[in-house]
C-alpha cells in the first residue's frame, strides 16, 4: 500500500512522529491513548491540529525547519526569527569543521564562540596564522577576570623531539619523522632517514632509557647533513629545509626542554603565528597538537568533561585530503572524547574523509564554489532543494550548521550576531608561562 492510500489517522500519525510534535507531556498522553487504539475526537483533533500547524510553517520558513534549540549553556547565534539557538558545550568535544570562503562570517562565528567558551574551560588554544584578531578579545575577557595569554611565534619555546607525557619515546619518534616530513614537505623517502636519525639522537643522549637530554632541530640538521650513508636527494632535502627554518625560528627551537604542551593545555593561549613561514607554522601547530593528542590517548583518557578548546580558524594544513598523513587525520578518530575539543575552519573542500566522519558537528557558509558546496552538503546530508538554498541565500554572517549530538539533528539556519572587536594593538603578554633558562642549549 503507498502511503497516501493509508488512511487519513495513519499518515497523520506518522507525520507527526517524524517530527517529533508529541514529544511534549500532552502529546505524550495522546500517544498512549492513540497505541491503545482509543480514537477519540479529542485526541484526533489535537494530533489534526499539531500536523497542520507544523506544515503551514514549513510552507513559510522555506527548506529549513525552525530547530527547537532553546537548552543549553552555549549560543549558537540567531534562528530565522531572531531567537537564540543554544546547545550543551560538551558537544563540541565531538570536534566541529566549518566550511565557508573568505569573508563569509569564520572568523566572527569563532569569535562569538570564544568569548563564551573561554571563561568557562580551564584550557584553550586560539590559532592566528595570518591577522590578530584572537588578541582582540583579551581586553573583553579581563572584565570577567580571565587574563588571556598572547604569544607572538617568535616568543615560543618549543622542542618537537620532547617525548609526551606517558609517550613511549619510540612511539614519538616515529609519530615524530612523519610529521616532520609532512611540515617541512618533504620527500616520502626522507621519512625513513629522518626516524634513524630520530632514534640515533635518542639513543645517544639516553632519551630510550629515559633521560630528559632531548636533541633539537640543530642536532638533527648536523646527524643527517654528516650521514654520508644515507640517501642524497633526502639528506639534502632535509638539510635544505632546516636551514631556512633554524636561521629564522632558531630562537623557538634552541631549548633541550621547551614548553610542555601538557602545561599549555592548562591556560587559555593566543598562538600569533603570522609573519614567519608556512613551514614553521606547519611544524608549530603539529608540534602542540600532536604532543597533547598522543598524551591523552597514551594516558587513557576518556569520556572526561572537556577541559581543552582548540580553535584554528584556517585550517587546511590540518584537513588537507592531499596531506593524510598529516597526523591529525589518524589521530581525530582516537581523540573524540579525550576532553580536547577542536573547532577547524577551512575556506575550501580539500578536506580529508577521515576529517568528514570525525567531526561531529558541521558548519557551512557562503562558499567560493560548487565544488565546496558539493562537498559539505553531502557530508551534512543535504537534499537538493537545501543545497539550491546554499547557493542563492547564504550571506556572510549566515550559516547553516548541523549537530552531532542532542535531540535536534536536522540541519539549520543561524546568523551570527555582529560584533566589533577592535585589535588593541598590545605588547606580547606571556601571562605565567614558565621562564626558561636565556642561554640556547644548541645552536648551529
Given at each position: 500500500?503507498r ?5 487519513k489517522?495513519?499518515r ?5 512522529e ?5 514529544d511534549?507531556d500532552?502529546?505524550q ?5 492513540l497505541d491503545?487504539g482509543?480514537n ?6 489535537l494530533?489534526?491540529?499539531?500536523v497542520v500547524k507544523h ?6 520558513q522555506?527548506e529549513?525547519a525552525?530547530p527547537?534549540?532553546?537548552?543549553g549553556?552555549?549560543?549558537?547565534g540567531l534562528?530565522q526569527?531572531?531567537q ?6 560538551q558537544?563540541l568535544?565531538a570536534?566541529?569543521?566549518?566550511l565557508g570562503?573568505s569573508g563569509?562570517g ?9 568569548l563564551?567558551i573561554?571563561?568557562?574551560l ?13 588578541a ?6 579581563l572584565r570577567?577576570?580571565?587574563?588571556l595569554?598572547?604569544v607572538?611565534a617568535?616568543l615560543?619555546r ?5 617525548v609526551p607525557?606517558g609517550?613511549?619515546?619510540?612511539d614519538?619518534?616515529?609519530?615524530l619523522a612523519?610529521?616532520?616530513v609532512t611540515?617541512?614537505?618533504l ?19 639516553g632519551v630510550?632509557?629515559?633521560?630528559r637530554d632531548y636533541p ?5 640538521r648536523?646527524d ?10 633526502a639528506?639534502?632535502?632535509?638539510v635544505?629545509s632546516l636551514?631556512?627554518?633554524l636561521?629564522s ?11 610542555s604542551p ?7 593561549i593566543?598562538f600569533?603565528?603570522?609573519?614567519i613561514?608556512?613551514?614553521?607554522k ?5 608540534t602542540?597538537?600532536?604532543s597533547?593528542f598522543?598524551s591523552r590517548v597514551a594516558?587513557?583518557v576518556s569520556?572526561p ?9 584556517e ?7 592531499s596531506?593524510p ?7 581525530i ?7 580536547a575539543?577542536l573547532?577547524?575552519s577551512v575556506q575550501g ?5 577521515a576529517?568528514l566522519?570525525?567531526?561531529a558537528?558541521k558548519?557551512i557558509g ?5 565544488t565546496?558546496?558539493d562537498?559539505?552538503s553531502?557530508?551534512m546530508?543535504l537534499?537538493?532543494?537545501?543545497r539550491a538554498w546554499?547557493r ?6 549566515l550559516f547553516v550548521g ?22 588593541q594593538?598590545?605588547?606580547?603578554n606571556l601571562?605565567d608561562?614558565?621562564r ?6 644548541s645552536g648551529p
Open positions: 500500500m502511503g497516501d492510500e493509508l488512511p489517522a495513519v497523520e500519525r506518522m507525520y507527526a517524524r517530527h517529533r510534535l508529541l511534549d500532552l502529546g498522553s495522546v500517544r498512549r491513548i491503545a482509543i477519540d475526537a479529542f485526541s484526533s483533533e494530533l489534526s491540529h499539531r506544515r503551514i510553517a514549513r510552507a513559510f522555506g529549513f525552525i527547537d534549540l532553546h537548552g549553556d552555549l549560543v549558537l534562528d526569527r531572531g537564540f539557538l543554544c546547545c550543551l558545550m558537544t568535544n570536534h566541529v569543521l566549518t570562503g563569509s569564520k572568523t566572527t562565528r569563532s569569535l562569538f564562540m570564544a563564551q573561554i571563561p568557562r580551564p584550557g584553550a588554544w586560539l590559532f592566528d596564522f595570518r591577522k590578530r584578531e584572537f582582540a578579545l583579551r581586553s573583553f575577557l570577567v577576570g580571565v587574563d595569554i598572547v607572538p617568535r615560543l618549543l622542542n618537537p623531539f620532547q607525557l609517550v613511549v619515546p619510540m614519538w619518534a616515529a609519530c612523519d610529521m616532520l611540515a617541512l614537505a620527500p616520502p623517502r626522507a621519512s625513513k632517514l629522518l626516524l634513524v636519525a630520530i632514534v640515533r639522537l635518542y639513543e645517544r643522549r630510550l632509557r629515559g633521560s633539537t632541530l640543530f642536532d638533527l648536523e643527517v647533513a654528516g650521514d654520508r650513508d644515507a640517501n642524497v636527494p639528506r639534502q632535502a632535509i635544505d636551514d631556512p627554518l636561521l625560528l632558531g630562537a623557538v627551537f634552541r631549548y633541550r626542554i621547551g614548553w601538557h602545561d599549555l593545555a592548562r591556560r587559555r593566543v600569533e603565528l603570522g609573519g613561514p608556512e613551514a614553521a606547519n611544524l608549530i601547530l603539529n602542540l597538537l600532536l597533547e598522543l594516558r587513557g569520556n568533561a572537556m577541559d581543552l578548546w582548540i580553535c584554528c580558524d585550517a587546511a594544513r590540518l584537513v588537507s585530503a596531506n598523513t598529516g597526523g591529525i587525520s589518524d589521530l578518530g582516537l581523540i573524540r572524547g579525550t576532553g575539543g573547532d577547524l573542500a580539500d578536506i580529508a574523509p576529517i566522519s570525525n567531526t558537528t558548519i557562503r562558499c567560493g564554489s560548487a565546496d558546496y562537498t559539505m553531502a557530508a546530508g537534499t537538493n532543494a537545501q546554499l542563492a541565500n547564504l550571506v556572510p554572517g548541523q549537530l552531532g549530538e542532542g535531540s535536534w539533528r536536522e540541519p539549520f539556519v543561524f546568523q551570527i550576531p555582529p560584533m566589533r572587536l577592535v585589535p594593538g598590545e605588547t606580547p601571562g608561562l614558565p626558561l633558562p636565556s642561554e640556547p642549549s
